[in-house]
Every structure is written in structure tokens, then in C-alpha cells.
Nanobody, 119 residues
Framework: QVQLAESGGGSVQAGGSLTLSCVVS????????MGWFRQAPGKQREGIVA???????RYDDSVKGRFTISKDNAKHTLYLQMNNLKPEDTAIYYC?????????????WGQGTQVTVSA
């Protein structure tokens, strides 16, 4: 059974940086896509970046140029490097894995990690 565990959240001032990690336990084939999502208080969950089975990243405009997704297959870990953080980036961040084309709701989700950015 696949499980995901995020870490690396915290509190930073605007302009600061954080790196989130998502450790994958279990077996994920190359047919899986992985992504990072976030949910701010009172708002719906939004996708911010996904990486296809061929490794191609797709960023939401809100984070393009500031956030970078990467993965280390040897460590079974997905990363999200977040630079130039803004107060509006404050949210709970989740990683997810799902078979590409099946929809994220059909996949596996981590428990989330809180990111708080102060002005």
C-alpha cells in the first residue's frame, strides 16, 4: 500500500524560503503522476505543481518562477523548493500520487504540512 508523508513546513517571513519533502512508502510505477497541492483557510484545495510520468513539471501561474518541484527516485522522495514566499502562500501543503489520467481524487494523499508566511 502506498503512503505519502510530507515534512518541512514551518513559519517564515515574506521573501523567505522553505523546502517541503514527501517521502513515498510502497511501490509507485512509472505510470503515476505526482503533485503538490495546498489549501488555505476558507478556500478550496488547489493544485500548484504536478510532475508527469515522463518527469515534465506543470506549474500553476501563482507559483511559476518561485517554486520548483523535483524528485529523488533513489530516496523515494518528492520535493518542493519554495522561494520568495508571500503571505498568500500560507496554507496546508499536500503531496499526492495518482495514476496519470485517473484524477487526483483517485490517488493517495499525504497528511499535509503547514506553511505560514508572515508579512
Amino acid at each position: 500500500q502506498v503512503q505519502l508523508a510530507e515534512s518541512g513546513g514551518g513559519s517564515v517571513q515574506a521573501g523567505g524560503s522553505l523546502t517541503l519533502s514527501c517521502v513515498v512508502s510502497g511501490f509507485i510505477t512509472s505510470t503515476y503522476c505526482m503533485g503538490w497541492f495546498r489549501q488555505a483557510p476558507g478556500k478550496q484545495r488547489e493544485g500548484i505543481v504536478a510532475i508527469d510520468s515522463d518527469g515534465t513539471p506543470r506549474y500553476d501561474d501563482s507559483v511559476k518562477g518561485r517554486f520548483t518541484i523535483s524528485k529523488d527516485n533513489a530516496k523515494h522522495t518528492l520535493y518542493l523548493q519554495m522561494n520568495n514566499l508571500k503571505p498568500e502562500d500560507t496554507a496546508i501543503y499536500y503531496c499526492a500520487a495518482a495514476r496519470c489520467g485517473r484524477g487526483w481524487d483517485s490517488g493517495v494523499w499525504g497528511q499535509g504540512t503547514q506553511v505560514t508566511v508572515s508579512a
